[in-house]
């Protein structure tokens, strides 16, 4: 099966990267929103980081150009024509139900449903449309423009045509697919959030200043970014989010958030979105530590 046409469900910052890529990648993109406000904030960020990318000549062709193949949309029937569906929305099991179940009455037999899904079953999802074959995790990482990966989930459903598909599809978009199967937190989120977690509790523990845990890990293991730095990156409501749907699933202390983000994300200090969580944003390049 040939993909020419993708829909991308919800134009937040995961969503419209992933319709950024897309389009970048030579694809035409249909992106559904509930509303035209969203549609238009995330094609502001498409524009910038297009720009962003002419300015360094990483495109061959100009974002006008690109953007020429992006449309938005916010009547679900616009979407009856494309090969696959990338969704993106908030990470709500109800809410991603709702918008399958409805989009599988209107788009194609033969197209292939995916969700960006970080830690939600892609095996639950899938019970909300009539074709387990055709559904898969196509997980991408923020931001999509830059992280060169994406997993590339299966379920006890997925027929082998449509992962293979899928997972030239993920190589078509620039990114370098991985596979894996449905098991919560597929490989990164498994590995990455105990580590996260773990950086909390070393901090509750006194073992080092959020500063100097940072620091050591950028340092020390040559991440790009220390773990409070991620942490505030990703989103501590996202991951407090993610502990839940993993602790449920395996029961180990390692995935359970530690009180201190539970407190944060109760203050709704959910990190850089949010300008508060462990680092302080008031001034965005130059981020303090608070004190917790
Ligand atoms: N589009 C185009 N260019 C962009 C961009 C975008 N969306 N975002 C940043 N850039 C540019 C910046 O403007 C900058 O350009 P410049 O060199 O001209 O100033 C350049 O990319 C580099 O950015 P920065 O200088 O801000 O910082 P870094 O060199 O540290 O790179 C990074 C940024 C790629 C984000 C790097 O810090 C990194 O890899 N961090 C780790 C990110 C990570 O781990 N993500 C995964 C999170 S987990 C996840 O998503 C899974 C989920 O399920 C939880």
Known sequence: MEIKKVGVLGCGLMGSGIAQVAAMAGFDVTSLEVEQKFLDKGFAGIEKSLAKFAEKGTIKETPQAIRARLKGTTKKEDLADCDIIVEAVIENVEEKKKM??????????????????????????????????????????????????????????????????????????????????????FIVNRLL?????????????????????????????????????????????????????????????????????????????????????FYDYADPANPKPNKL
């Not at 079953?121 to 898969?136: D, G, V």
């Not at 006890?156 to 098991?183: C, H, M, Q, W």
């Not at 040559?222 to 839940?244: E, S």
């Not at 395996?250 to 949010?274: D, T």
Request: charged residues 25%; proline residues 5%.
């Open 100 to 185: 399958y179940s409805a989009l599988d009455a209107i788009v194609k037999k033969e197209a292939i449903f995916a969700s960006n899904t970080s830690s939600i079953s892609i095996t639950e999802l899938l019970t909300a449309a009539k074709r387990p074959e055709r559904f898969i995790g196509l997980h991408f990482f923020n931001p999509v423009p830059l992280m060169k990966l994406v997993e590339v989930v299966r379920t006890i459903a997925t027929a082998d045509e449509v992962y293979e598909t899928a997972y030239e599809f993920g190589k078509n978009l620039g990114k370098v697919p991985v596979r894996t199967s449905d098991k919560t937190g």
């Open 193 to 277: 959030v105990p580590y996260m977690l773990d950086a909390i509790r070393a901090y509750e523990e006194g073992v080092g200043s959020i500063e100097d845990i940072d620091q050591a890990m950028k340092l020390g293991c040559g991440y790009p970014m220390g773990p409070f730095t991620l942490l505030d990156f990703v989103g501590l409501d996202t991951t407090y989010y993610i502990t839940h749907v993993m602790y449920d699933e395996f029961k180990e202390r390692r995935f359970a958030s530690p009180p201190l983000l539970k407190r944060l994300v109760m203050a709704g200090w959910y990190g850089r979105k949010s300008g508060r969580g």
